[in-house]
């Protein structure tokens, strides 16, 4: 797990944000026209690519190289504890 990964789950992360993000998850297995989703925190940005299938951990104070992390969603879920641990590309 990189290091703005972690920092996200210890500082923005929370049972409602995880219910929020289950459920986008979920609507866009339904309907494939939902190809990108973000969401907005304090430091960290999330960004869905359902059409990669990865989302991007991005951090609003560091523009550089090193504020943005790439990862599968599925990897992505697991790490943030949710139930949506089986997701399958769309």
């Not at 929370?14 to 494939?32: C, D, F, M, Q, W």
């Not at 190289?65 to 697991?78: A, K, M, P, Y």
Request: aromatic content about 8%.
């Amino acid at each position: 797990m990189g290091v703005l990964l972690e920092n996200f789950i210890r500082e923005e992360l929370s049972e409602r944000l995880i219910g929020r993000i289950e459920a986008t998850v979920e609507e866009a297995k339904l309907n494939p026209s939902i190809a990108f989703r973000e969401f907005n925190g304090n430091v960290y940005d999330l960004v869905f690519n359902f059409e990669k299938s990865e989302v991007s951990v991005n951090s609003v104070l560091d523009a550089s190289s090193t504020g943005t992390e790439n990862l599968s969603i599925e990897v992505f879920l697991l790490a943030i504890g949710s139930n949506l641990n089986c997701y399958v590309n769309l």
